[in-house]
């Protein structure tokens, strides 16, 4: 798409749009073709079914999840491509791959090479030819059986992974300091911008984790803007084992305040360690603004345990005033390494 779809539109997009909610599960009573408040509301359920933005726009992103949520396991061919293929289908076969013993990967419904593989050790186990192709015969084999066990391997290898490291020294973590270059982010009352006091956050972070035996990589370089995939991607290929996203929050209403993490809903290594880090910071004297679960491009696309970590709203007077404070940037960048080790070194 090469715009944006909003309220008060007229177009054969807009019914699109509209059919691939109600496909979706979602009714709506707008006039076909019109985008008025039932489509817009229909809209915003359906993002925050999704975990993404919910601001009853279709850009990009949620353009991308409407035609994700539109395939169903047995649509199509599912194989290992380039671009890699996406969807609720490719989400439903990792899901039933992982659940019969088979390590499709994490369930983020893009089928990559691990994806690939477990179809590969399921097609040969029950005599189909081993081209790692979920075609109909697989399909057919896998939707006779059972599915009902109460973990999966993605997420016994995301614990096993943290488990054998037993401590800090020699993990690969990625840090990710939000924004960068011509993008300022958010500019805080006092004028300092998001880029800069994530940056500052970024360098502090990576001296603490380095410090206790951690090898660290930056996304970016300070002048560079990246999009979201090309961080993911950055991070996958130096073969990161940690992925930590660094952003200030920030809202229209002046008094929105506090600290809040997100991970990805299907991981739970990024659930433990999102929670960890928001207890630490919490600790600081920042009030809880809770761990979420969300389906943001960087925790989706990236292969290890990623979080988002937001310790304040830079629109928030009290808040910015901690976040530029040099000495306050120590304090969050001790909290959340202190977080990363307890993560690996804590398993109770």
Same mark, same amino acid.
Request: aromatic share 6%; net charge negative.
């Given at each position: ?29 707008? +006039?076909? &073709?019109?985008? *008025?408040?039932? !489509?817009?509301? #229909? @809209? ?5 079914? $999704?975990?993404?933005? =919910? ?74 030819? +081993?081209? &790692?192709?979920? *075609?109909?015969? !697989?399909?057919? #084999? @896998? ?5 009902? $066990?109460?973990?999966? =391997? ?85 073969? #990161? ?97 202190? #977080? ?9």
């Amino acid at each position: 798409m090469t715009s944006l779809i909003r309220q008060g539109d007229r177009s054969r997009q807009v019914l699109d749009v509209q059919t691939r909610l109600r496909q979706a599960g979602i009714e709506l009573t707008d +006039e076909p &073709g019109h985008f *008025g408040c039932p !489509t817009e509301h #229909a @809209l915003r359920a359906f993002q925050q079914r $999704r975990g993404i933005m =919910a601001d009853g726009i279709v850009g990009w992103h949620t353009w991308a999840e409407l035609v994700e949520a539109s395939w169903r396991l047995g649509d199509r061919s599912l194989y290992l491509t380039s671009p890699l293929v996406r969807g609720d289908d490719v989400l439903a076969l990792q899901a039933r791959l992982n659940a019969l013993g088979y390590d499709a990967g994490r369930e983020d419904g893009i089928f990559g090479r691990d994806t690939a593989d477990a179809v590969r050790s399921f097609q040969g186990e029950y005599g189909i030819p +081993e081209d &790692g192709i979920c *075609g109909s015969r !697989t399909y057919a #084999a @896998l939707v006779g059986l059972r599915t009902d $066990r109460p973990d999966t =391997a993605a997420h016994l290898r995301e614990e096993l992974s943290r488990r054998e490291r037993g401590g800090l020294h020699g993990v690969m973590v990625a840090v990710d300091p939000g924004h960068g270059g011509p993008d300022l982010g958010t500019v805080g009352p006092s004028g300092a911008c998001e880029a800069d006091l994530c940056w500052d956050l970024a360098q502090k972070l990576a001296a603490r984790l380095a410090g206790v035996g951690a090898r660290v990589r930056f996304t970016r370089a300070e002048p560079e803007d990246l999009d979201m995939t090309a961080r993911a991607r950055r991070a996958n290929d130096i073969g #990161a084992e940690l992925f930590v996203s660094l952003h200030l929050n920030a809202h229209d209403q002046e008094p929105a305040e506090g600290a809040s993490t997100y991970f990805f809903p299907r991981s739970g290594a990024g659930e433990l360690l999102a929670g960890r880090i928001l207890d630490h910071l919490v600790d600081l004297g920042l009030r809880d603004c809770r761990s979420h679960a969300r389906s943001y491009t960087v925790l989706k696309e990236t292969r290890m345990p990623a979080v988002i970590v937001e310790p304040g709203f830079i629109t928030n007077p009290d808040d910015a005033k901690k976040l530029e404070d040099r000495d306050f940037r120590g304090f969050v960048a001790d909290a959340i390494a202190a #977080a990363v080790r307890d993560y690996y070194e804590g398993f109770d």
